[in-house]
Nanobody, 123 residues
Framework: QVRLVESGGGWAQAGGSLRLSCADS????????MGWFRQAPGKEREFVSF????????YYADSVKGRFTISRDNAQNTGYLQMNSLEPEDTAVYYC????????????????WGQGTQVTVSS
């Protein structure tokens, strides 16, 4: 079973960078599609990016395209979200998620979730 733990969140100035990690302690990570979502205060949880099992397919929300990069290391059972050129609008709790099916932008398609990590970007 997948057990996801995010890390790497924190505070950054606008224009700065952060790198989020998502570790699977269940060590079955390679079997699952991975996604990143985020939830800002008072807003619904929204899709950020996904990556297929073998990393062949990635996709980004328009709001982060060109600034964020998703990746994974199946040997290390870990996924990543490199966030560059951060903007105050990126402030949110970031969640990694996993699903057994194909890639998807819909949060309800993901069966497993981490606890989230806070990202705060100041102007």
């Amino acid at each position: 079973q997948v057990r996801l733990v995010e890390s790497g969140g924190g505070w950054a100035q606008a224009g700065g960078s952060l790198r989020l990690s998502c570790a699977d302690s269940g060590r079955t990570f390679s079997r699952y599609t991975m996604g990143w979502f985020r939830q800002a205060p008072g807003k619904e949880r929204e899709f950020v990016s996904f990556i297929s099992r073998g990393s062949a397919t990635t996709y980004y929300a328009d709001s982060v395209k060109g600034r964020f990069t998703i990746s994974r290391d199946n040997a290390q059972n870990t996924g990543y979200l490199q966030m560059n050129s951060l903007e105050p609008e990126d402030t949110a709790v970031y969640y990694c998620a996993a699903r057994q099916g194909p890639v998807s932008v819909r949060r309800n398609d993901y069966e497993y979730w981490g606890q989230g990590t806070q990202v705060t970007v100041s102007s």
